[in-house]
């Protein structure tokens, strides 16, 4: 690993950089893990932190939950950036995740087309049968109940294309029974969480934003809508950036937004960074009413995970103690430092980054039933799905456009398979990402 490359990028901010030596010093600096955690993650993440408690005291927005889990150690990082300068926001952490914010949701919901805008048949890299439909989690009798109501014969681990997802969906959407299910479980689902919500002082009368990395605002969206009729401030978002372009008095982007996600996220990985995030605990997937009020329930944590997660953020809160920048300091000057830093790992990962960091367990989808890294080894025919041309082709044809393996984190896949010349696959994915993202943005526009 070339630590100096990050070296040369925090040259920027003296702070910075004394603060990323000191804290490399601390711990096993020939470490690759460490090493990204201190020249990398953490200066990245706190540069985000920081903005997020100057632009709540400029918004005098007096409270900030960061969410669970990718909240962990922002909300971490906050508290110690707090202490320190002595800033009045009181900073919570709030146990919620996709699945169980969707599963309220649905009890909202009374048609196929308000399951459809809730996320139901949303496609993702596991769309098997299961996986549908362990989004609301149905047992395996419930599962079985539905495949027979729709004439469903197949095999439920199945992951089907995007054209077999859709017929799968299609069917679904015509069963009233599906339909019925969905909303009867989601009762129970909105009446814990949103008590869970009232005891979190979500409802009391306090400004107050929440926290994220992105990319969507999806999280921000579905909570509005269950707690619309009970919160008594406008609900505001900080996040890391955008994919689209959303109310910025309400989504607030720290690096990135619809206007200009083009500019950056090519050379980006949001995967990535959501590892960068990782807390030492599983995905909240419930709540239970206990004597001290209501808890929430974890899906299990794998081992690795959990150590991998605790090491980063012992890492993290060790820079964030050394760091000693002001509130004043140039803000621009920061995000800069942030983004060139991201880009030179994440779009032009070293083989050894690219093997310990790729390492990474990763889940795309919101119930986890699968895991996988962030990027491995591919074969040359299966990587060959991103050279621009063939990609081009097989979009046209309905076919894949990526490899067989390691799609979360793309550039770390190309440096670790045997393909020449890999700037072509580079600039291939690149490319396409840029393409894409202005096509969506002008979608938006008209």
């Known amino acids: 690993m070339n630590i100096k490359k990050y070296q040369k990028i925090l040259k920027r901010s003296e702070q910075l950089l004394k603060t990323a030596d000191k804290t490399s010093g601390l711990f096993e600096v020939s470490e690759v893990f460490s090493s990204v955690s201190a020249y990398v993650t953490a200066p990245v993440l706190f540069c985000y932190v920081r903005q997020i408690l100057k632009t709540a005291q400029e918004k005098n927005i007096k409270r900030i939950y960061f969410l669970a889990r990718d909240g962990y150690v922002m909300k971490e990082i906050a508290q110690i950036i707090c202490q320190k300068q002595n800033i009045g926001i009181d900073c919570r952490y709030l146990y919620c995740s996709r699945y169980v914010l969707k599963n309220a949701l649905y009890y909202l919901c009374n048609t196929a087309e308000d399951f459809e805008r809730a996320g139901f048949f949303g496609r993702c890299a596991g769309q098997s049968p299961i996986n549908t439909l362990c989004r609301a989690g149905l047992s395996e009798e419930e599962r079985r109940s539905i495949y027979n109501n729709i004439g469903f014969y197949g095999d439920e681990n199945k992951v089907m294309d995007n054209g077999e997802f859709s017929l799968f969906c299609d069917s679904l959407k015509k069963s009233e029974l599906l339909l019925s299910m969905l909303k009867n479980k989601g009762k129970k689902a909105y009446d814990n969480i949103t008590c869970y919500f009232e005891e979190q002082?979500?409802?009391?009368?306090?400004?107050?934003?929440?926290?994220?990395?992105?990319?969507?605002?999806?999280?921000?969206?579905?909570?509005?809508?269950?707690?619309?009729?009970?919160?008594?401030?406008?609900?505001?978002?900080?996040?890391?950036?955008?994919?689209?372009?959303?109310?910025?008095?309400?989504?607030?982007?720290?690096?990135?937004?619809?206007?200009?996600?083009?500019?950056?996220?090519?050379?980006?990985?949001?995967?990535?960074?959501?590892?960068?995030?990782?807390?030492?605990?599983?995905?909240?997937?419930?709540?239970?009413?206990?004597?001290?009020?209501?808890?929430?329930?974890?899906?299990?944590?794998?081992?690795?995970?959990?150590?991998?997660?605790?090491?980063?953020?012992?890492?993290?809160?060790?820079?964030?103690?050394?760091?000693?920048?002001?509130?004043?300091?140039?803000?621009?000057?920061?995000?800069?430092?942030?983004?060139?830093?991201?880009?030179?790992?994440?779009?032009?990962?070293?083989?050894?980054?690219?093997?310990?960091?790729?390492?990474?367990?990763?889940?795309?989808?919101?119930?986890?039933?699968?895991?996988?890294?962030?990027?491995?080894?591919?074969?040359?025919?299966?990587?060959?799905?991103?050279?621009?041309?063939?990609?081009?082709?097989?979009?046209?044809?309905?076919?894949?456009?990526?490899?067989?393996?390691?799609?979360?984190?793309?550039?770390?896949?190309?440096?670790?398979?045997?393909?020449?010349?890999?700037?072509?696959?580079?600039?291939?994915?690149?490319?396409?990402?840029?393409?894409?993202?202005?096509?969506?943005?002008?979608?938006?526009?008209?």
């Open 201 to 446: 002082g979500l409802f009391e009368d306090t400004p107050f934003a929440l926290a994220d990395t992105g990319w969507l605002g999806s999280i921000q969206s579905a909570l509005t809508d269950i707690c619309s009729d009970k919160v008594k401030n406008r609900i505001r978002g900080f996040y890391f950036g955008l994919f689209r372009g959303l109310d910025e008095d309400r989504f607030i982007p720290y690096l990135f937004s619809g206007e200009d996600a083009h500019k950056t996220v090519p050379q980006f990985c949001n995967n990535l960074f959501e590892c960068f995030c990782a807390a030492p605990h599983g995905m909240t997937i419930g709540y239970q009413n206990t004597e001290k009020g209501y808890a929430p329930i974890f899906k299990e944590q794998s081992k690795a995970m959990k150590e991998l997660a605790e090491k980063q953020i012992e890492i993290i809160k060790a820079f964030t103690e050394n760091a000693d920048i002001p509130m004043s300091y140039d803000d621009d000057i920061l995000r800069s430092i942030a983004r060139k830093l991201l880009i030179a790992l994440m779009y032009k990962p070293e083989k050894d980054e690219a093997e310990i960091i790729g390492a990474f367990p990763f889940c795309d989808d919101a119930t986890e039933l699968y895991v996988t890294p962030l990027a491995e080894k591919c074969d040359k025919k299966s990587l060959k799905r991103l050279l621009f041309p063939i990609r081009m082709l097989n979009k046209m044809r309905g076919r894949s456009i990526y490899p067989d393996k390691g799609v979360y984190w793309l550039y770390a896949t190309i440096v670790l398979s045997d393909v020449r010349p890999k700037v072509f696959y580079r600039l291939s994915v690149r490319l396409w990402e840029k393409l894409r993202l202005v096509k969506e943005k002008r979608n938006i526009c008209r």
